[in-house]
């Protein structure tokens, strides 16, 4: 069975983004019913509303627990440094280009047209927890999440895990989320990836910071991702 992968990034360089210059707000303020373990968090004004539809699509006893939202580029491009590093690391034998290839696998770089889903606002990672706080578990046997099984439907997971995947896959894509096949926890509405996701060749949403209008031009005084 061949891995899922992220979107190319060819593929979402080609989206055509036209900012709705939509405000970021606090998840812990709009969106009152779904856990958030680190605030503060912030999402797209109408992303918060479909996580609040999303939240209502579960069953009682469940909670979504969003654990990223908006991501500074600052970050995003701090993270990419890190896991290039370690593929680096682990593989001083690989030349430049298969180590950035690997590295865009598991983080989207800065570096291109198009801004990293978090960095807009539009995406977030979710999990889901019991009415005691609990973690569900989508990922056993796996001990973390990052160990492996990380594709939506893996057949490496546990027969309960993949029933929990599927139960936080049809709410977020009910709500109106899609999906990255590579990454179970990860959703976006409005983003590049997400235009990829769903056949569009335009989004709504570029880079975006809390209290400023979003911004479309890539920063790279700030760091190339």
Known sequence: MSRAVAEPIAAVNRVTIKESNEALVDISEHCPGIDVPEPPQWVRQAVAEMLNRAQQLLP???RLSLRMGWRSLQTQTRI????YRKFRGMHPEWPENILRRQTNRYVAPTNQKAPPGHTTGGAVDVFLIDSEGQELDTIAPFNDFRDGGYETFSTEVGVVARENRRLLYQAM????FSNCAAEWWHFSYGDSAWAVRTGRKT???GYSEPG???RLEIRFEE???
Do not use: F, I, N
């Open 80 to 83: 990419y440094e890190q896991v």
């Open 203 to 205: 989004c709504y949403y």
């Open 173 to 176: 894509t009910k709500a109106g």
């Open 212 to 214: 400023s209008p979003a």
């Open 60 to 62: 009682e006893g469940v």
């Open 223 to 225: 760091g190339a991702r």
